[in-house]
């Protein structure tokens, strides 16, 4: 098995852009190696960094969270205090998550709700419809208080 991987074979076996590596290697997300040539060679540790990046952008990390709090170290070097503060984002990353699933599933519902009436309109369906748009204003209002309740009594039904 090969020790370094140049980066059209990283490219490649990672389906990460050539353009990519060459930013993180800028910005100082992964640096690999340089060779005699200047060509950057990849090392195992270097690809296992790079998949754990890949990992932390589909849920959701920007490249400057994933910079500032997962500098990869390797495991002899971390420190507890290391470990709590990460610990410490990754429950309020995850607190984020949940509130932006729980407000997905608000508007999943709502868009449920209004092709449902749609599709069988009726003075039922468009009843129900309206309950849930009032439910969910209220919540709306209730997460923003700022918005204007004008005309809000004049919808009840």
């Given at each position: 098995?090969?020790?370094?991987?140049?980066?059209?074979?990283?490219?490649?076996?990672?389906?990460?852009?050539?353009?990519?590596?060459?930013?993180?290697?800028?910005?100082?997300?992964?640096?690999?190696?340089?060779?005699?040539?200047?060509?950057?060679?990849?090392?195992?540790?270097?690809?296992?960094?790079?998949?754990?990046?890949?990992?932390?952008?589909?849920?959701?990390?920007?490249?400057?969270?994933?910079?500032?709090?997962?500098?990869?170290?390797?495991?002899?070097?971390?420190?507890?205090?290391?470990?709590?503060?990460?610990?410490?984002?990754?429950?309020?990353?995850?607190?984020?998550?949940?509130?932006?699933?729980?407000?997905?599933?608000?508007?999943?519902?709502?868009l449920s709700a209004a092709t449902e009436t749609l599709r069988d309109?009726?003075?039922?369906?468009?009843?129900?419809?309206?309950?849930?748009?009032?439910?969910?204003?209220?919540?709306?209002?209730?997460?923003?208080?700022?918005?204007?309740?004008?005309?809000?009594?004049?919808?009840?039904?």
């Amino acid at each position: 098995m090969k020790n370094l991987y140049s980066i059209q074979e990283v490219s490649r076996m990672l389906g990460i852009s050539k353009d990519t590596l060459r930013y993180y290697d800028r910005i100082g997300i992964v640096s690999p190696s340089r060779e005699d040539n200047r060509y950057r060679m990849y090392s195992k540790d270097d690809l296992i960094d790079l998949m754990n990046i890949q990992i932390m952008q589909y849920a959701d990390f920007s490249l400057d969270e994933i910079r500032g709090k997962f500098g990869f170290h390797r495991m002899e070097n971390i420190s507890p205090a290391y470990c709590e503060e990460v610990a410490a984002f990754l429950d309020a990353k995850n607190a984020e998550t949940r509130k932006k699933i729980a407000h997905l599933e608000k508007v999943s519902r709502l868009l449920s709700a209004a092709t449902e009436t749609l599709r069988d309109f009726n003075h039922e369906s468009d009843r129900r419809l309206a309950e849930i748009v009032r439910d969910t204003y209220r919540e709306i209002r209730m997460i923003k208080p700022g918005i204007c309740e004008e005309g809000c009594n004049e919808l009840k039904g």
